[in-house]
Structures are given as C-alpha cells and as structure tokens.
C-alpha cells in the first residue's frame, strides 16, 4: 500500500525552480517525533540516490552534496507534509522524484532504512 504521495514534478528549464509536495496517502498515516522524512531521486538507467532528509523531532536537515545550496527540505508537522524546494535546476536533476520515511530515526541517507515510500513524481529539467 502506498502510504506518500508525491506532488509538484514539472519539465522546466535549466536554472529553473520546483517544489515538490509529499503528504500521506491518508490520515492513518502519521510522522513519530524520532521518524526521518527524505527525498530520494532516480534518473534513467542510474540507481536510487539519496537527495535530501529532515528529522522530524528537530527539524536538523541534511543534503547530498550534489544538491547543497540548490535544494531545500522543509518540514510541516501540522499536516504531516514534507516539501523540496528546488532551485537552479540542472539537467543532472532530471530524475523520478521519491518521497519516503525512516522510522529508525538514523542513516538518513540510506535508502534501506526507509520503508514507506511514494510513487513518485517526475522532474525533467531540459531546455
């Protein structure tokens, strides 16, 4: 079952911006102050990568150094929604955008660790 939807994917130019939207699938599901939230990507023929993660308790943040200072997580606790703000879009961005959560509380890079996950939303940033 799907448990995060994903929301905000767009073609846009290079140097562009984005912000995309996860939020639950629905209101049985719910973030635990030691849960993680992050943003993963997969482009074509390229496997999962981690982008972007916040931990829910203090809002510390965390980001793939490919994306630093382009790309912002922020966290909204009151609707149990994460976002991903995206700015100078390149076309190494373009990728399926995923949305997951880390009920371990660490390893916020880890993919493994995130057992609840959307389907996705397409970015392709392309001139």
């Known amino acids: 079952q799907v448990k995060l939807v994903e929301s905000g994917g767009a073609v846009v130019e290079p140097g562009g911006s984005l912000t995309l939207t996860c939020v639950p699938s629905?209101?049985?599901?719910?973030?635990?102050?030691?849960?993680?939230m992050g943003w993963f990507r997969q482009a074509p023929g390229k496997e999962r990568e981690f982008v972007a993660a916040?931990?829910?308790?203090?809002?510390?943040?965390f980001y793939a150094e490919s994306v630093k200072g382009r790309f912002t997580i922020f966290r909204d606790a009151h609707y149990n929604a994460v976002s991903l703000q995206m700015n100078s879009l390149k076309a190494d961005d373009t990728a399926v955008y995923y949305c997951?959560?880390?009920?371990?509380?660490?390893?916020?890079?880890?993919?493994?660790?995130?057992?609840?996950w959307g389907r996705g939303t397409q970015v392709t940033v392309t001139s």
């Open positions: 997951a959560r880390n009920t371990y509380g660490s390893m916020h890079a880890d993919g493994l660790k995130y057992a609840d």
């Open positions: 629905d209101s049985t599901f719910v973030i635990y102050s030691s849960h993680i």
């Open positions: 916040v931990t829910w308790r203090n809002n510390k943040k």
